[in-house]
């Protein structure tokens, strides 16, 4: 009996693993839709996949995504346990052609195999299905350049709008887009019971004030009719590349409260705003700096030494702070020209950053702790930091104080610099030579010891070792030059310290924090790694860089799809645990095939 069991639960076993290597893939589009409508364009899969389809389908242009979102279940069956989980990748399309037109299947890679989705018919019309579906009724939003936001229930007169503080911002600029819910004057209260967020790859994104706070709340009059608005969301957004970007609608399901005479009623409502399209300028190349930081905004820098008199093997601490308004992590490192005589640690970075207001500002510091090995006087120069100022469109560079720090010899003694060694080594050349002039002040009483082996070696040795330590200094020196060689070997220290920090904040379940610093460990990384500077590389650039530093297409490929999940998990419907390890572990795989290769 106890065999036939096991025979039993292999086969099931067996019968399980053949169902789960089976992939299924199916699309899923609207009917109709018109020429300037941008439109969901769903791939369901039942296995985890990478999205391997270029930036056109067909007569359609992709213009967002694709975001990726999952679910899963488990039944029980006559005692059989069976689970299945549900990937969905969502792309978002703008058709190119009118009349009927075909979206052909994307396709993925699952398992190292590929697979291809159903191919879509679709009809493309002059007008947009959004405008035809709403009829004759008067449009609220007909000032608006854009089609009106949808609206289920038109009794209950609730409207949701995206708003762009600018449209035609510079790359890297701060744009504040906030989401408005209107209610008509029968509705006085509303709950939200689910959400869709907007998504999109090229920007960096903060949640701006306090979400535990009430929506502020204002009157505004449309075509004569009053109406109660709230400010929902407020997200500043900061573009990573220059050209159009579609920041998606918000969608969400909710309950409102409508009063009709003494009798109040519910209804469930499900509305969407406006998509937001983004013309992003590219920051003028006339007066670029080389050591642009890619900064835009505001910014002031601040410079300070805890001591600058010491002995040798003492420590100071050089602290720098950079404080404005703007994007102020994307700022990695300063390049400060050290003496070759100081021991210098990565700097610990600390952000200050203010999300409470109106706008994205606060102070980045850089505290980088110094210990001179040598004694003598010797001067850190400052260094320079550039940023576009959007007041005046012009870049300006911020400049520290040179420092001037005073070293004593310490109490051990030890006091390497290379002037002494010099001092050293002339003063040993002068004995030798004294002893060649005078042989019998050295002469051995025996004369046993004299031209032995152990006697030649004990003569030769110091030269030995006086050469030896100057060839090993020398590397040091020109390892410590070599700044390019510098940032490739601490690539993965670097990382690895960002993804500590990135578990902390997965632990504690902060996501906002979480995705910003895995996107930190992961641009970090590529920068380091093959001597890129952070501001020249985005969403748009990246392949060609790497590509220019012959970086094999199979891991060029690996980044974009970790940058991709990265970018699309902040702003996933289903923004859970799960997803956060689940990117978690993507990056680390990465950064560990790179490090073996």
Known sequence: MKKKAIVLWLINLLI?????????CTATAPAKVGINQTFQYNVKINQKATPTTGKTMGAFSIVGGPSQS???????????????????????????????????????????????????????????????????RSNPFSFFDEPAPTRSNAATDVFLKA????????????????HKIYLGSGIYD????????????????????????????????????????????????????????????LEFEGIAT?????????????????????????????GKPDNFSGLVGNFTIKSSLTKSSLTTNDATDLLVTISGSGNLQHVENLNFAFPTDFDVADPTLVDKINTLGKSVS????????????????????????????????TYKTLTTEPFTIEV?????????????????????????????????AFAPKTGALFGTPIYLILLFTPFLLVILFFIILRKYINSRKDVAQLRNRRANKVATKRLK??????????????????????????????????SELSMDTVRAKLEGKNVDNENIERLINTLNECEFARFAPNNNEELMNHLYNLSIDYITIIEKK
Do not use: C, M
């Not at 399980?16 to 299924?24: E, G």
């Not at 503080?165 to 600029?173: A, C, L």
């Open 258 to 286: 409508i009063s009709s005479g003494f009798w109040a009623s519910q209804k469930e409502i499900k509305v969407k705003s406006n998509s937001v399209k983004l013309q992003v300028k590219p920051l003028p190349t006339n």
């Open 408 to 440: 004593e010899k310490g109490a051990d003694g030890n006091n390497t610099s290379n002037s002494t060694l010099q001092k050293d080594i002339q003063v040993l050349d002068k004995d030798i030579r004294y002893i060649k002039d005078d042989p019998n």
């Open 190 to 249: 509303y709950q939200i019971t689910k959400n869709n967020l907007p998504s999109q790859a090229d920007l960096w994104s903060y949640t701006l004030g306090d979400t535990k706070s009430p929506a502020k709340q204002s009157v505004e009059t449309i075509n004569g009719k009053k109406y109660n608005v709230y400010e929902i969301r407020t997200t500043a957004v900061f573009p990573q590349k220059s050209g159009e970007i579609i920041i998606t609608p």
């Open 362 to 393: 606060g102070s980045r510091s850089f505290d980088y702790v110094i210990i001179p090995r040598a004694a003598g006087k010797f001067i850190i120069p400052g260094t320079s930091f550039s940023y576009f100022d959007l007041k005046t469109h």
């Open 501 to 534: 920090k990135a578990h902390k904040l997965l632990l504690t379940n902060k996501k906002e924090e979480f995705y910003i610093e895995i996107s930190r460990a992961l641009w970090g990384y590529v920068s380091d790694k093959y001597h890129i500077p952070q």
């Open 16 to 24: 399980f693993a053949n169902l789960q290597a089976q992939v299924t």
């Open 163 to 178: 708003y762009a503080s600018t449209t035609t911002p510079y790359e890297g600029q701060e744009v504040i887009i906030t």
């Open 70 to 136: 999952y679910s899963s279940s488990t039944s029980i069956i006559n005692g059989q346990v069976s689970s299945s989980t549900e990937y969905t990748y969502t792309y978002v399309l703008q058709p190119t052609k009118l009349g009927q037109q075909t979206i052909p299947g994307a396709t993925f890679t699952v398992n190292g195999k590929s697979t291809t989705a159903n191919s879509v018919s679709i009809v493309v019309t002059q007008e947009n299905q959004q405008t035809q579906q709403s009829g004759r």
